[in-house]
């Protein structure tokens, strides 16, 4: 039997890149909401078998302006707290995902953009989605807020971190993953992203717009690489709603 997969988009140009590639590669019936169309999460969520919650320029917090932010928080919540059904959160998702978790989402200081460095902790030696990734990893980083004081929960655990960020990666339980970088892009991520008049003021307002031709000529160079780690992940993740358990 397919599996029925919830996918969370907060723009039409974020979406799981290489992830919904190698979805689709596997005949998963996918069901993309559109949430800043006006696009309505499914009321039963007990009929999917995983949630996919994408990026956005949108901030956890921005509420009044984007008011579905409130309902889409109470469906995380319930398919990942109440129904303990697998998540993946990238960027925002991860970040909504932390809130909803009894974490702060802050502003970071500075900005972390760039193609820079995750450091594995050692909890990822025993992690079902992480244990196979080398113990430091290439990311594109492309974020001003992030998630903090995770600490009280004790289900939740770190599995990476950069210099910056220490949620870089973490988990609720087995089941439930925040992933603050971008692991779902594919070449020409970072004039892609430009097209975002928010990030494009992110990256001029930290870097400069003089960095642009670096950070793409760094993306391409690692390209493989973050690919690569992005099809173990999603490997590892899918093995979590196509085998049966209990979370």
């Not at 590669?25 to 800043?36: A, C, E, P, R, V």
């Not at 919540?77 to 925002?92: A, D, M, T, W």
Request: a positive charge; glycine letters at 6%.
């Amino acid at each position: 039997m397919s599996k029925n997969i919830l996918i969370l988009q907060h723009l039409k140009s974020l979406t799981p890149g290489l992830i919904l590639d190698l979805l689709k590669k596997d005949k998963f019936n996918l069901t993309i909401i559109q949430l800043d169309e006006g696009e309505e999460i499914p009321k039963k969520l007990s009929n999917f078998d995983a949630m996919l919650c994408m990026g956005g320029p949108m901030d956890t917090w921005m509420e009044d302006k984007f008011p579905w932010l409130k309902k889409e928080k109470i469906k995380i919540k319930e398919f990942v707290i109440n129904l303990r059904k697998p998540y993946l959160g990238i960027c925002l998702g991860c970040q909504l995902l932390g809130e909803i978790l009894g974490g702060r989402v802050v502003k970071s200081n500075p900005a972390e953009i760039g193609i820079l460095d995750i450091k594995m902790t050692k909890e990822s030696n025993t992690d079902k989605i992480f244990a196979e990734f080398p113990k430091i990893i290439k990311a594109l980083q492309w974020h001003s807020y992030e998630v903090h004081d995770l600490e009280k929960n004790e289900n939740v655990k770190i599995i990476g971190s950069s210099l910056k960020t220490k949620y870089q990666i973490f988990k609720y339980m087995d089941h439930a993953y925040g992933i603050q970088f971008h692991t779902e892009i594919k070449n020409g991520a970072v004039y892609n992203l430009l097209k975002i008049p928010e990030l494009k003021k992110s990256l001029e307002d930290n870097l400069g717009i003089a960095a642009i031709k670096k950070f793409d000529e760094d993306a391409q160079s690692n390209m493989k690489e973050m690919n690569k780690n992005a099809q173990t992940l999603y490997n590892n993740f899918k093995k979590l709603f196509t085998i049966q358990k209990n979370f």
